[in-house]
């Protein structure tokens, strides 16, 4: 036990949580193991079990088979699970333990936390992970009981009706997409409340931890004398967030208007394009079947799915952040401007520097993951390919059905997208040895180079 010690304080923490998110998938594994988890006469092989473990501890809910068919509802529960170990993260949940075990959250596991859930600060972290915790298993519970009620209309008993209601509140707060319908959310089609409600929980796990606390701080204090101001971050963040919204859903009515949206009224048209524009950003959930989109609908959804949630949130992605800063810099750096200012503060060199490293990356990851299985799979449609890729990567698990006749050696590239997807390309990075914003002690003189 001295030498695990020993070798663990000298990983970085970006190591350390990615073991842990690795330990998470072998306990998964081991869950999913169980002969309760499965209906009678269902087999599942084991590399189907690893698959399954990895797209529900990174909350993609991409999926080899069907679910209705293949779970019974212990092993619903057991996905559920599981979805709140990737979905609020592997550190929060397991400081929520530590707290019921009465154990002290020292300096080394703050500093974990903080790595895990993209803070900068130490100070109010365990009162942070607290308020999370409070807040999402409230939201799930609650919008279980609503749909569970609604779903009265739905289902011949009321075990029914409150089991798809709990299910799918934890799939959607969660962004993990999955369902026991065996259809997705195409039975819902015409039932606009329950796409409304789907779309709330969506948008409350995707939007950011850090910006459902400050809404609840800012309520709170709504009538103090001291007026509350929003951080940066959070501007941003839910700036860009409804602005993809907007923007997917009048790309999806607009490119389908002629299509598959012909002989639809406008009212469903809509639902449609809004649902999916919400549902493609992280979720997954359809109201229809996507293989009969055109290719121009199919590609704007693969960008919005590589572009994915915010940072500390349910989704995966590139994150809305990160976009942001580089579309920010792109119109500054043509305006010939170096610094970039924003809502009346300014952005530090690091986080732009971080952020086209972090899409650069991406792209490159992506790339080579379509050629990889292309390659290997060469009976499949080059945008199926690209959809699925990044529909991993952003921990969507949006398909167009070619993920069970996908190769073992594909299946092993998504698992590893959905792998980096959750736990973030700035974890990826550090995962060699580095931390974030070191600085040299030394510098050589400065020299121009010529580019473009």
């Not at 998964?28 to 269902?42: G, H, Q």
Request: aromatic letters at 16%; hydrophobic letters at 50%.
């Amino acid at each position: 036990m001295s030498k695990v010690r020993v070798w663990l304080e000298k990983r970085s923490p970006a190591q350390i949580i990615t073991g842990y998110y690795l330990l998470a998938v072998i306990i998964s594994i081991l869950l999913f193991s169980l002969p309760e988890v499965y209906k009678p006469r269902v087999e599942v092989s084991f590399f189907d079990k690893v698959f399954m473990a990895v797209s529900v501890v990174t909350d993609t809910g991409m999926t080899i088979f069907n679910i209705s068919e293949t779970y019974s509802v212990f092993g619903y529960f057991i996905i559920m699970l599981v979805l709140q170990f990737g979905g609020i993260g592997i550190m929060a949940m397991s400081t929520f333990f530590w707290i019921l075990l009465g154990q002290k959250i020292g300096l080394k596991k703050r500093r974990l936390i903080m790595i895990d859930n993209n803070q900068f600060e130490l100070s109010g972290l365990v009162r942070l992970v607290r308020d999370i915790l409070k807040m999402i298993l409230f939201i799930e519970l609650f919008g279980g009981l609503i749909l569970g009620f609604y779903f009265l209309n739905y289902y011949p008993t009321w075990k029914e009706a409150f089991l798809q209601g709990l299910f799918s509140s934890v799939c959607a707060t969660t962004n993990a997409g999955m369902d026991i319908t065996g259809e997705s959310y195409i039975p819902y089609a015409n039932d606009y409340f329950v796409q409304l409600m789907t779309i709330i929980q969506i948008i409350i796990g995707a939007i950011g931890f850090p910006v459902l606390i400050e809404v609840k701080e800012y309520l709170s204090r709504k009538n103090s004398e001291y007026p509350f101001r929003f951080s940066l971050f959070t501007k941003l963040t839910t700036i860009t967030y409804g602005i993809l919204l907007v923007i997917g859903t009048i790309l999806i009515l607009l490119l389908e208007f002629q299509h598959y949206f012909k002989d639809v009224s406008w009212h469903k048209a809509f639902f449609y394009a809004f649902f999916q524009s919400a549902t493609t950003r992280s979720t997954g959930f359809t109201t229809m079947d996507i293989t009969e989109f055109s290719m121009p609908t199919l590609l704007v959804m693969s960008v919005f799915m590589f572009i994915g949630g915010s940072p500390n949130s349910m989704g995966g992605g590139i994150r809305t952040t990160t976009l942001a800063l580089n579309l920010l810099f792109i119109y500054n750096f043509a305006k010939g401007k170096r610094d970039i200012k924003v809502f009346n503060r300014e952005l530090h060199q690091y986080d732009i520097m971080k952020s086209f490293a972090i899409t650069l990356l991406a792209i490159v990851m992506c790339f080579i993951s379509v050629i990889a299985i292309s390659i290997s799979d060469k009976q499949q449609q080059l945008i199926a390919i690209f959809l699925e890729v990044c529909s991993a990567f952003g921990t969507v698990g949006l398909s167009m059905g070619i993920t069970p006749d996908l190769s073992i050696f594909a299946k092993c590239i998504l698992m590893i997208l959905m792998f980096i997807g959750r736990i973030g390309l700035t974890s990826f990075f550090f995962i060699i040895g580095g931390e974030d914003n070191k600085e040299d002690n030394y510098h050589y003189p400065k020299e121009r180079v010529i580019t473009g």
